[in-house]
């Protein structure tokens, strides 16, 4: 295939052509958004002034091509080698990158306004809106305040991201693991959850009324007076840690989980498992907390005014700034 066909066959509607070989090609100022260059070869490629937008450029060649001053806004770079091309004022704001992805020596990616799709990413308020996330691993991302609107999602692994505020709208998070994330006043509104995982998330002033749940895992899923669940499922059946003032949540396992500003005044934690854990500025006054485990959990500004702390285990606990009923000793945690 020629430049020449390309462009014929992009006119008539044409999107996708993966795989093709394009070397030198002469596309310099034409219009091929959303086109599909996935696996393509555009070595040495004239691309100046092209308009690439929300492209899919997974895995394509860039070697020697020249993008310089081209729209590559919102397209996808993942695995794309450009480290030889030109890509001198070329507008790059929302598109995708990953490990894979190969930019010249002298480019910063977040710099030019890329959003790194990785585990542990900083991508607070991104707009992710309508992209195509399918089975990417976003597990412990900041995703907080981003939207993720209309995004496909299905099969992601965003276990213990951050999507707090999160616009997810019409977001296919089909099998999607969402184990201890935070999805904390996120928006749910039309959402896929069918099939994911959301085991110990964090739903706290959630509205799950229009989401399709069918077969959503929420085993231990954390939740509050706030949270709204569809009338057809079945509570009691889910598994649901209700997170509330005199809630009973003896012996429970709640390692690691997000429970930053959590009301359980006068609760009973007895023997609770609450290792790792974030609580910040929870509210654990007059709780019950006899034998139950704090280690490395954050504590921060939060009340245990009037609490009962008997055989309670601080190694490594972060209790700055916390109300306490009295002086604790916190054993530092053995290297």
Not at 40 to 59: G, I, V
Not at 292 to 297: E, L, Q, R
Not at 312 to 332: E, R, S, V, Y
């Amino acid at each position: 295939m020629d430049a020449l066909e390309l462009l014929e066959r992009y006119a008539t509607g044409h999107r996708f052509f993966a795989g093709v070989r394009l070397y030198g090609a002469e596309l310099q100022q034409v219009n091929l958004q959303e086109i599909c260059f996935w696996q393509a070869d555009l070595t040495a490629a004239h691309l100046c002034q092209t308009n690439l937008t929300q492209a899919d450029l997974r895995e394509a060649i860039f070697n020697s091509a020249d993008l310089s001053h081209a729209n590559l806004q919102r397209a996808d770079l993942r695995q794309a080698q450009l480290e030889t091309a030109n890509l001198q004022q070329a507008h790059l704001q929302g598109a995708l990158y990953d490990p894979a992805s190969q930019f010249p020596a002298d480019f910063d990616p977040v710099a030019a306004g890329l959003y790194p799709i990785a585990p542990g990413s900083s991508l607070q308020q991104a707009n992710l809106s309508g992209m195509d996330l399918g089975g990417v691993d976003l597990s412990r991302a900041d995703l907080r305040y981003a939207n993720l609107s209309n995004a496909n999602l299905f099969g992601a692994d965003l276990s213990e991201a951050s999507l707090e505020q999160a616009d997810l709208t019409a977001a296919n998070l089909t099998s999607a693991n969402l184990t201890r994330a935070s999805l904390k006043n996120a928006v749910l509104h039309q959402t896929k959850l069918s099939h994911a995982i959301l085991q110990y998330a964090n739903l706290f002033n959630v509205d799950l009324r229009t989401s399709h749940c069918e077969q959503a895992n929420f085993w231990h899923s954390l939740c509050d007076s706030t949270t709204q669940f569809s009338s057809h499922l079945m509570l009691s059946c889910l598994g649901i840690y209700w997170i509330v003032p005199q809630a009973v949540l003896r012996q429970v396992a709640l390692h690691q989980v997000q429970l930053a500003g959590a009301n359980l005044r006068g609760a009973d934690l007895t023997d609770a498992d609450l290792s790792g854990s974030n609580l910040q500025g929870a509210d654990l006054s007059a709780a019950q907390l006899n034998n139950a485990n704090f280690t490395d959990a954050n504590l921060q500004s939060a009340s245990l005014v009037d609490a009962d702390l008997t055989g309670a285990i601080w190694t490594g606990a972060n209790l700055q700034d916390a109300d306490l009923p009295h002086p604790i000793f916190i054993p530092k945690p053995e290297v």
